[in-house]
């Protein structure tokens, strides 16, 4: 059985979520609530849940400055909050599960599965720590979940990033390449626009890193790296006019 404890000010939330835990979720069991961060951290102490449900803004003590303060960390970290754009970037940049309010019955049961078939808790004080860097500072640090577990990245150290099926190879700076069993999509969608540009369907680029442009009939971008990037003809125009051309 897993055990669960629901961290959120907000009774109708604390009561809707345990509701659908329990109509969906049977291997979880809801062993306290708390209302506040304060009441949070000593139920984490005292319980030693296997999951944790964190709402984000609660009074008094937010629930990223509850973390800060947790010594029990081995637990699964799952956030609730309503949307707030910065808040879910640093969240998916620390590599932690979150599920939007109003709760969805299939991404709650999906979040389920996830920790049910990787029930290891390792690696929640190390993505505490990327979250809070990116907090305190920018959204700089990425997690990427290989084999091995949770490894953790500058952003700005990534040259270029290249689609094999549904893998992606990361090419670094002074660092060797990595394959990571994730789509290219799914990396687009979490690294700055104002820094990564997908000239093809293949291909997202850190513009930081870009050497010199080919022409043809796309035209092929050299990276610093001396990797050669195909440009569609698609976004040639949009490519070229990003760089000044």
Known sequence: ???AIIIDDEPKGRLALRQKLMDYCPDVTVAGEAGDGEEGLRLIEDLQPNIVFLDIEMPRISGFDMLLRVRQQNFHLIFSTAYDHYA???IRFAAFDYLLKPVDIEEL?????????????GSTATKIEALAHNLKHTLNKIAISTIDGLLFFDIGDI???EAHSNYTVFSFVNRPKLTVSKTLKEFEDLLPPQLFFRPHHSHLINLHFIKRYIKGDGGTIEMQNGELVDVSRRKKEEFLKLIGL
């Not at 049961?109 to 808790?121: D, G, L, M, S, T």
């Open 1 to 3: 059985m897993i055990t």
């Open 88 to 90: 879910i970037k640093a």
């Open 109 to 121: 049961k999906a979040v389920i599965q996830r920790i049910k078939n990787n029930p290891q808790q």
């Open 159 to 161: 040259i270029h990033i």
